[in-house]
């Protein structure tokens, strides 16, 4: 599995971005699709998961402003950022898990302004 992601850049705190993930490759239905992110200096960390059965997780400095979300149908999984602010400033990347295999993106640079 190939992953692109693409959407970040530069917006002002309280503003909004989509991120997209776009997968070749087949099954991509089965995996689990994450978003992680890794600001300077600190270790990188789970945003937003979603199954295959599209039930999503959130870290808890996201939920109620980011949604995840999955089209089946274009191999692609999005995260919907609200509200944003300057601590969400980061290098996000998509994540695909299978069966003890997992695949990464090449990252997509959000940083939010004060």
């Known amino acids: 599995v190939q992953l692109q992601a693409s959407g970040g850049g530069l917006v002002q705190a309280g503003g909004s971005l989509r991120l997209s993930c776009a997968a070749s490759?087949?099954?991509?239905?089965?995996?689990?699709m994450a978003w992680y992110r890794q600001a300077p200096g600190k270790q990188r960390e789970l945003v937003a998961l979603i199954s295959s059965g599209s039930s999503a997780n959130y870290a808890d400095s996201v939920k109620g402003r980011f949604t995840i979300s999955r089209d089946n149908a274009k191999n692609t999984v999005y995260l919907q950022m609200n509200s944003l602010k300057p601590e969400d400033t980061a290098v996000y990347y998509c994540?695909?898990?299978?069966?003890?295999?997992?695949?990464w993106g090449q990252g997509t640079q959000v940083t939010v302004s004060s």
């Open positions: 994540n695909a898990q299978r069966v003890g295999t997992a695949f």
């Open positions: 490759g087949s099954r991509f239905s089965a995996y689990v």
